[in-house]
T-cell receptor, first 110, second 117 residues
Framework: DQQVKQNSPSLSVQEGRISILNCDYT??????FLWYKKYPAEGPTFLIS?????DKNEDGRFTVFLNKSAKHLSLHIVPSQPGDSAVYFC?????????FGAGTRLTVKP | NAGVTQNPKFQVLKTGQSMTLQCAQD?????MYWYRQDPGMGLRLIYY???????DKGEVPNGYNVSRLNKREFSLRLESAAPSQTSVYFC????????????????FGEGSRLTVL
């Protein structure tokens, strides 16, 4: 069973606009949530994270929002840039067990 | 500073053959992981090692074995490869250990693409 779900396989936005990537999870024991970015032929790289005790974490153009009651988190990228085009994975962890979503391919058009 | 290094990068096997994927990290991390990535499935955890000398099963351990040789190295072995094991395999490491704290950031290798015919 997939405990972390990213229901949108792809997203296309215009440069300068906001990108919103969504993620849902089912396991209420998850206590830490992360977003990873992956370019072709490379390993995923960490982007931003949030603890379950917070509802927002911001790092430059990237903001992650957590809604625990809805078991939902989202990543906002503002403004989007062509270099942001990549696959974004949502991940959730419970101690050493980290589960990933299927990924969303973001394309930012110039 | 190489980070996480995986070998080989590419491998083609015939059904029933065996092979070992090697992984080494130079960041002195306690925890190491093996994931596989398949289209539409994301990254699925095969095995992890919270610290030297310990290993635990993840979501999809069947058909695989692992060895935490020392703190730096964590290998993944396929004893009898099957076409269903065709995938891209990623090794990762992190600071998280047996303390039970948040795992934080995973550092990934570049991946090993395995094809089983």
């Amino acid at each position: 069973d997939q405990q972390v779900k990213q229901n949108s396989p792809s997203l296309s936005v215009q440069e300068g606009r906001i990108s919103i990537l969504n993620c849902d999870y089912t396991n209420s024991m998850f206590d830490y949530f992360l977003w990873y970015k992956k370019y072709p032929a490379e390993g995923p790289t960490f982007l931003i994270s949030i603890s379950s005790i917070k509802d927002k974490n911001e790092d430059g153009r990237f903001t992650v929002f957590l809604n625990k009651s809805a078991k939902h988190l989202s990543l906002h990228i503002v403004p989007s840039q062509p270099g942001d085009s990549a696959v974004y994975f949502c991940a959730a962890s419970d101690n050493n067990d980290m589960r990933f979503g299927a990924g969303t391919r973001l394309t930012v058009k110039p | 500073n190489a980070g996480v290094t995986q070998n080989p990068k590419f491998q083609v096997l015939k059904t029933g053959q065996s092979m070992t994927l090697q992984c080494a990290q130079d960041m002195n991390h306690n925890s190491m992981y093996w994931y596989r990535q398949d289209p539409g499935m994301g990254l699925r955890l095969i095995y992890y090692s919270a610290s030297e000398g310990t290993t635990d099963k993840g979501e999809v351990p069947n058909g695989y074995n692992v060895s935490r040789l020392n703190k730096r190295e964590f290998s993944l072995r396929l004893e009898s490869a099957a076409p269903s094991q065709t995938s891209v395999y990623f090794c990762a490491s992190s600071e998280a250990g047996t303390s039970g704290g948040a795992p934080g950031e995973l550092f990934f290798g570049e991946g090993s693409r395995l094809t089983v015919l």
